[in-house]
């Protein structure tokens, strides 16, 4: 996918917000979800000696921690092709089957959209 109007101006936002955390705190990765509010949680990957998680699993946590019941999106900005498994596993978690995971790249083009299934 790389037709930036194929995507809607929600699911930008957090594609923004992911890239800017990202690049701002100087991680591999960046991310962030939607909630079934609206409400959005924003995260880079954790790399410390005890816990190690990737963006897109301290968004999803971030977003349980704070109460969401359910997601709407989610999206990682990435050099990689795609979101590994155990972030969808996470995505699918919280915000059931089907509920998509924009990729994209540093440049913040999404190149993927998955769904949870």
Known sequence: MTES?????????IVTLARAARARNGVPEGAAVRDETG??????????????L???QTAVAMAVASGAKSLEAAAVVTEAENAAEPDRAAVRDLGGSGTPVLVAGPDGEVHTVLSTD
């Open 5 to 13: 109007n194929a995507i809607s101006p929600e699911d930008r936002k």
């Open 39 to 52: 409400r959005t949680y924003v995260a880079g990957t954790v790399a410390l000696d005890s816990l190690k």
């Open 54 to 56: 990737s963006a897109l």
